[in-house]
């Protein structure tokens, strides 16, 4: 998102945030359901362990909150973590955004979106045409390429506010594109916008960029060949709500590469799907700086391949990705005391099968209280078994209860839930760190490749959504200079 407030160089913060990440890695390196296999509580320190087997709700919900003074925590190793994590997060992250009322849109009365979606694509609809008029000079035509259309909401309400907006949708997805020609006919919306909103299937790659030139062509008439006569009435932007994986990169990358294009605008999401290689267990488009990545070589205590598996892994990438801290503090003790439960049997669960084997949890069944628990036959009735690779059902076994009473006789005189939420706990206050480090990584690495192509860029995050409804919250806007 931004340079942390306390850092005037990248490196530095790159190179402090990955020291962070290696002494702290344990808290997250293994997936949430793997964390009793992998022994993460007993790397937990002691005086972490005894904070969180006593902490009330109230501390519980307020510790994530880094950019708030938290005068009830005293100790030393908690208050060290938590005042490094608030060193590298800037304030923006934390800033509060209003949750816009209804647009008076034809969208918006004949179908009922869901709160998200539709605080969604309000906030984006809104930012993406103030941007693209931002100098007050209103383009004869702006074409807009719509990276993973989906259901086509965005371009549609886009359309309505200026009906010289000209949009190619794409989208991976038959169905969704049938959807969203089908919604057009319901609202009568088709005939006018025949010539205006173009959605056709296509995976977007970094060698999309001819694809996309002969589609305009083809459906807006618009030819690249006369693209220099034509800049000053027609203009071109990428754009994207929720672009996953690493459809971000990809539309970062085709900014730079297509003169036409002179916006992007596109909303990041699922970091944890980035593409990695199953060899190196390193990411095709993590990190993507040099800064970044010189930082990584500077590390000492083991090889840049090692600190991948480590603490750049998948795990860092869907801790980047979890809720957010306004979530967490507004939860009940109750919904913390079922939700540490349910963890902590998740991750007994996963402790006790086989290499072979898997679990899947019966969805009506719910533990209430950990102590019912202490019978074997209690857990049997919240887990099926089965078998990986055939999905076929299994019996649990008598080797599976002696490892299950193993775990609880380990556990016995503390609470393992506890525990369990304490962890997630850390996790959410790390949660904003490991996000920004993600997306400023990607925001340096455009102010690095516009000054290798000598292109004047401006680029730049702003929260723009309500955290508690849509956790993946901000918006990259890159803009080519004159």
């Not at 319901?186 to 001819?210: C, D």
């Not at 102590?371 to 690779?389: I, P, V």
Request: proline share 2%.
């Amino acid at each position: 998102m931004a340079l942390p407030e306390a850092f005037t160089a990248s490196f530095d913060y790159f190179r402090e945030a990955l020291s962070f990440l290696e002494k702290y890695a344990w808290i997250y390196q293994n997936a949430n359901t793997c964390f009793l296999k992998a022994g993460t509580l007993e790397q937990m320190p002691q005086t972490f362990r005894n904070y969180f087997m006593q902490i009330d709700n109230n501390e519980l919900n307020t510790f994530p909150l880094i950019h708030q003074s938290f005068n009830a925590l005293t100790i030393p190793d908690l208050l060290e973590f938590r005042e490094k994590v608030a060193r590298l997060t800037p304030l923006q992250a934390c800033r509060e955004v209003e949750v816009e009322g209804e647009m008076n849109s034809s969208l918006t009365r004949a179908r009922k979106l869901k709160s998200k979606k539709q605080h969604e694509i309000i906030k984006l609809t809104r930012k993406i045409n103030e941007n693209l008029n931002k100098e007050g000079i209103a383009a004869e035509r702006y074409i807009l390429v719509d990276f993973g259309a989906g259901l086509g909401y965005l371009g549609e309400m886009l359309y309505e506010l200026n009906h010289n907006y000209r949009i190619l949708g794409l989208e991976t997805n038959s169905y969704r594109i049938r959807k969203a020609t089908q919604r057009f006919e319901e609202t009568k919306k088709i005939s006018e916008s025949r010539s205006s909103i173009i959605y056709t299937q296509h995976y977007i790659t970094e060698e999309s960029s001819a694809f996309i030139e002969n589609a305009i062509m083809e459906n807006f008439k618009y030819n690249y060949a006369t693209a220099e006569k034509l800049k000053a009435s027609t203009r071109l932007a990428i754009i994207g709500l929720h672009a996953c994986a690493d459809l971000t990169i990809t539309s970062m990358k085709l900014f730079f590469k297509m003169p036409q294009v002179d916006h992007l605008i596109i909303m990041p999401c699922c970091y944890h799907k980035l593409e990695m290689c199953n060899t190196t267990f390193k990411f095709r488009n993590f990190p993507l700086s040099e800064a970044f990545k010189d930082a990584l070589h500077n590390a000492q205590s083991h090889t840049v391949d090692n600190n991948y598996v480590r603490y750049l892994n998948r795990p860092f990438l869907r801790l980047a990705c979890q809720q957010t801290s306004k979530r967490w503090s507004k939860c009940s003790s109750e919904y913390h005391r079922l939700h540490g439960i349910e963890m902590f049997l998740r991750a007994l669960a996963e402790a006790i099968i086989d290499e072979s084997e898997t679990i899947h949890k019966f969805k009506s069944r719910k533990p209430l209280d950990l102590s019912l628990l202490k019978d074997f036959k209690e857990f049997r009735q919240l887990y099926e078994l089965r078998e990986k690779t055939t999905n076929v059902t299994l019996r649990w076994r008598v080797e599976h209860e002696k490892r299950y009473k193993a775990f609880l006789r380990k556990y016995e005189n503390c609470d393992g839930s506890k525990l369990a939420e304490g962890l997630i706990c850390l996790q959410t206050t790390m949660q904003k760190m490991c996000e920004n480090l993600v997306l400023y990584d990607r925001l340096y690495y455009m102010q690095e490749l516009g000054q290798n192509l000598q292109m004047r860029i401006q680029v730049h995050y702003e929260k723009l959504l309500d955290e508690e409804l849509s956790p993946r919250c901000h918006v990259l806007i890159a803009k080519k200079l004159q």
